[in-house]
């Protein structure tokens, strides 16, 4: 079944083949472990732990990837959302240097479970960064070095002439080419890991809000109609839980993003825009993304609302950022527009850790998930089988809530926000 009306519309829910819905959990149960929320992380952590023998229930308030998963621009990215520089100020280099390891064995966990389990995600190879300043051209020339220097990544340095011969517009500087990461359709990709997580033996149970956590020994989630008792939970309700674990909630802030997919534009002349099919991403603060779909559309991600709500004029100020970066697509409109909920940290790095012995969490993805979502559940299940070295190393990452709590903390980062969108304009 294509399209199916239950997700938010969207061009992955209309090409992707849904899985059958889930009960709706009714009645008490108990278990080894209960997570909460079926995106990438509670999924990666679901299919670890019943692939290591232990009892799993996943609670889903809608549908398995019906979040951020299931809409982001599938841009499969190494390391994570705040750049290495900022981890290696906050933890040291050489904590740094392994967590942006651990990132690559998250990249490499994703390619082995969509082969393992068939997933049929339209992988690609190939990701750029683009600068548009020559400020920003400087530190991504920096970078580059950096990360052959101290990191042994294999990415690339092109320059402008190099850039254009793989991507036509004139709107940026060089890229720092990676080969390593890539895209993938994140709908495809979240729906296969829910029918591996269901084949392993998890319960899944969709439309099954957690309206709350009793901790202790024997911690327990409650839903509308049922309650979920357990040894261990996992809190993987990302931007979008509310109301069950306010001392992690008050250090992320939900923050809107947003995607646009033009109608098909054929083969011939998307590959004229993106000749070797890789993602590409600006520097921006708020920043322009995009890439082809299996089916030559042109993916076109951008534009940040941090108020949460959806930003008037959006499908004419999509159009515009498309322009700009395509000038030869103008008289190419939209055939589907959408948006979801990132999760941004006030550092813009993972925030992934316990807050009691037996519940486990990981969010602060900051808009940089894909990969480091599959890293969070491997560590979280391989933490609860009795080895938590590797998770304890992200819980060493020092976390601050957001200003103003949770009244003030959006018009304070939108006063942040006008300041940073001040600087990319000006420098
Ligand atoms: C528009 C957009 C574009 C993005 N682009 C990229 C990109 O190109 N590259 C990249 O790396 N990252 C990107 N991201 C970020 C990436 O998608 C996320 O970091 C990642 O999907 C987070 O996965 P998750 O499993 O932690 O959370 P989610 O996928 O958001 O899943 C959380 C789930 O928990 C459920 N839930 C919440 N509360 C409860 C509750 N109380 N009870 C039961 N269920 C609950 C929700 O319904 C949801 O299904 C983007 C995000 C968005 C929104």
């Known amino acids: 079944m294509a399209g199916a009306s239950t997700y938010p519309p969207s061009w992955y829910a209309a090409s992707a083949e849904l899985l059958p819905q889930q009960p709706r959990l009714d009645g008490r149960i108990d278990t080894d472990i209960c997570i909460v929320g079926a995106g990438y992380t509670g999924l990666s952590a679901a299919l670890e732990l019943a692939e290591a023998g232990y009892s799993v229930v996943l609670l889903e308030a809608e549908r398995i990837g019906w979040g951020a ?34 990132s690559l064995e998250g990249l ?21 960064t683009v600068p548009i300043k020559p400020r920003q051209q400087r530190d991504l020339l920096a970078a580059t070095e950096h990360f052959h220097n101290h990191y042994n990544h294999p ?6 002439d190099r850039l254009r011969t793989q991507l036509a517009s004139d709107r940026y500087l060089g890229a720092m080419y990676d080969p390593l990461s890539g895209h993938l359709h994140p ?14 033996g998890v319960r899944i149970f969709e439309r099954s809000k957690a309206t709350r956590l009793v901790r202790g020994a024997k911690p327990s989630l409650k839903t509308a109609h049922g309650e979920v008792r357990c040894s261990h939970v996992v809190l993987a309700g990302n931007a979008l839980l509310h109301g069950i674990a306010p001392e992690i909630e008050s250090r992320i802030m939900p923050v809107g993003t947003y995607i646009a997919a033009t109608r098909p534009l054929g083969e011939e002349r998307a590959r004229s825009l993106i000749r070797n099919d890789m993602a590409v991403a600006d520097t921006n603060w708020a920043l322009d ?13 951008g534009r940040a609302s941090y108020s949460t709500l959806q930003p008037p004029n959006l499908r004419w100020v999509m159009r515009r950022r498309m322009q700009r970066v395509f000038p030869q697509l103008n008289d190419v ?5 959408w948006g979801g909920m990132i999760d941004i940290s006030l550092n813009r790095a993972p925030h992934w850790g316990r807050i009691e012995p037996n519940v486990w969490f990981a969010q602060g993805f900051s808009g940089h998930g894909v990969i480091a979502t599959g890293l969070a559940g491997k560590l979280i299940a391989e933490a609860i089988r009795g080895q938590s070295e590797r998770l304890d190393l992200f819980a060493k990452i020092p976390h601050r809530p957001f200003p103003g709590g949770r009244a003030l903390r959006t018009p304070l980062l939108v006063a942040a926000m006008a300041w940073y969108k001040l600087r990319d304009a000006l420098w």
């Open 69 to 102: 998963s299931g809409r982001n621009g599938g841009q499969a990215i190494a390391g994570f959302g705040c750049g290495e520089e900022k981890l290696e100020a906050l933890v040291g280099p050489e904590d740094a240097k392994q967590m942006f390891d651990l």
């Open 108 to 128: 490499r966990w994703l390619r082995t479970r969509i082969a393992r389990h068939g997933i049929d995600c339209d992988w690609r190879d190939g990701h750029a």
């Open 155 to 160: 990415v690339e340095w092109w320059d402008r």
């Open 187 to 200: 709908l495809k990709y979240a729906l296969g890991l829910g029918g591996a997580a269901l084949a392993a």
């Open 289 to 301: 993304y995009f890439r082809l779909s299996a089916d030559h559309r042109l993916l076109f991600g």
């Open 333 to 337: 409109d939209f055939d589907y527009l």
